[in-house]
């Protein structure tokens, strides 16, 4: 997520949008409770959930979710915090600890003892590593069973790791683990490994850099504008039968094999796609310049968090966070993902809206009586009511009747 001062969002609302058309407003039954970025509440930063479902009470099933330095929550389905694992501290004097990022789920991974187990996948950005935690099929809650051993994700040394280079987004396809870096655009496929003592490991496969400049139909080319020395990065990814897509923040969603092979395809561009910011090192700030209009419709930078809704039988769709404009755009699941409807959770007699929303994921199995038809949680980025000047988050948890009623 690009955390915009000031400055710059009282710049971008001098150079408006065109508004996305017929975003409709759905309302959530429960949120979880407030997170806060600050040293009294542990430094804790909502950013990415996932949902694991029960594999015989589908009612008790667990949400859990990641808060950056704050580590691990997990929820039940009214939102109440079941569980708080914290990340891991610093290897040494002077390095980042643990900062938890994105997660995602493996099902019915074999461990060296022969057991099978359900793992939660989350990524490392301080500490530019995977951290695995098996689920309790009983009860939901999570163990850290990462190997000790476990490398680092991109880099070689911890030198380079404290430049801040690491892992960040990710997204499960079996039990292979796609993997974004920071300030980069490089994309990595790893493969999870069972280690000794029932540990998990990981070993690397591949990895693929995505574009960072873009040739435009006048014949120039455009490059993002971003901080020096950054790259537009990528942090929202989901696979699905063997396709990734990966949502470039400051560019768009990729559409491309999720075994880094082939070619990528850019399936929709954020608005301010083709626009040549320009970079102010007095305030360290782009400032807008002038809309070509080369960008897409339905997204308005930041492009984040990726969901699919499984509908059965090849239907369903693909959801995507449009942070700048805090709506959801909607595509279909197949073909050319064609986009079908917009919608943002909005105020509701259960929970207030959902704002510049990080991470989303959506299930399509009924989980009890409040989600019978599914469930949708997302990322709250601005959750009300504040705390003074405290930075505050959480989770919404959205009933997929009142998603499916809005597209309708």
Known sequence: ?????????????????????????????????????DAAGGHANGDDPAIWVHPTRPGKSVVITTAKEGGLYAYSLSGAQLQHVPAQPPPGPDHEPGRLNNVDLVRGFRLSTGAKADLAVASDRGRDQLRVYAVDPATGRLTDVTDPAAPFVFNSTQEEVDEARTAYGLAVDGTRILVSR?????????ELVAAPGGKVTYRHVRTLDLPSSFALPDGTSWTPCLEPGELPQIEGMVVDRGTLYAAQEDVGVWRLRADLTGRPVLMDK???????????????????????????????????????????????????????????????????????????????????????????????????????????????????????????????????????????
């Open 270 to 408: 954020v608005r301010e796609y083709g626009r040549q910011d320009t970079y102010d090192p007095a305030t360290e700030e782009c400032l807008p310049g002038r809309d070509r209009g080369f960008g897409g419709e339905h997204l308005a930078a930041d492009a984040e968090g990726l969901t699919i809704y499984d509908a059965g039988g090849g239907e369903g769709y693909l959801l995507a966070s449009s942070q700048g404009d805090d709506t959801f755009a909607v595509y279909e699941r197949d073909g050319d993902n064609d986009h079908v409807g917009q919608f943002r959770v909005g105020p509701g007699r259960r929970a207030d809206g959902a704002e510049a929303s990080d991470g989303a994921m959506v299930v399509s199995v009924p989980l009890s009586g409040a989600f019978p038809k599914g469930l949708l949680v997302v990322h709250d980025g601005a959750d009300s009511p504040g705390d003074g000047e405290r930075e505050v988050t959480n989770f919404k948890l959205v009933d997929w009747r009142k998603v499916a009623d809005a597209l309708e």
């Open 182 to 190: 920071r300030h980069t655009t490089t994309l990595g496929l790893l």
């Open 1 to 37: 997520m690009l955390v915009r001062p000031l400055l710059t969002t009282a710049l971008l609302l001098l150079t408006p949008l065109a508004p996305a058309p017929d975003v409709e407003t759905v309302s959530a039954a429960a949120e979880t409770p407030p997170l806060y970025d």
